[in-house]
């Protein structure tokens, strides 16, 4: 499940005609005849080693010229919570509905959770599942931790599971609070959701002030967030970070935040934003990706290239 790379290396000058090629077929009889019938010259840059036919050259060139990396954007990026005890922090929909029923002072800190495999393309589907968000508050900005006590119907849920929260790491100042999240507030802003290690592109917007759990990622911040989500969920961007990305060696890619910010978009625009927003609304993935070509300037050779792959 791993990729292999072999290595051949003899001490010269460089000649800058390093020759390098993918293998991707099974039952290759003799590896030197393939090697010299599909090897391509190999680009080094400062961040990598990038195996590219010439083509695959024009359109990363193409992306990087266009594109601003999304560190340079005025964007954060964080990971979902981690609770410690998913077992007592998270319920479903009826048990929620049980605690508010018992103390109606329960839902202020009640609310709707998006775990990894919830989040699609463009979407997710809500589990109905819900956290318990007694957060350990944020010192900065004078917001205190929930107290416990202000919460008789759910500190009775959560004392069924003392033993364990007591001795977790990932605790706040008591056993029944979570652990200090200094952008705790920021998971009720419009925000990109995504999920970590996926076969492919999975960005979504949300709006439901949902929290995240640690396998997801989510981006808050700009103005311009439907073009980078579209950008995000293209092909063409799909094709490009299989060559900058972590892999697992399963057929997954990890999409981690220190890879995601060198992503190269184009710079915002108002009216591309609003007419991705248009095309969202009435599902025309297609024509969003047709316009993520034209929003890089690639030709029609490069996009029926990037098509069939």
Known sequence: TVDTNILMFSKDKNRQQTQACVVKKE????LSVY????????KFGPDSWVI???????????????GTPLKDWDIQIYRGILTGYNEAFIIDGKKKDELIAEDPKSAEIIRPILRGRDIKRYGYDFADLWLINTHNGIKEKGIKPINIDDYPAIKKHLDKYFPELKKRADKGNTPYNLRNCAYIEDFSKQKIVWLTITDSPKFAMDSSKSICLNSVFFMTGSDYLYIILASLNSKLIEWYFDGICVSTGEGTNKWEKFVVERIPIPKPDKQIEQQIEKLLLLKKHKEIDKLIYNMYGLSEKEINFIEIL
């Open 35 to 42: 090697f010299r019938q599909n090897a391509e010259c190999c």
């Open 27 to 30: 039952g290759i009889k003799d």
């Open 52 to 66: 590219l036919s010439p083509i695959e050259q024009q359109i990363k060139a193409k992306i990087e010229a266009v």
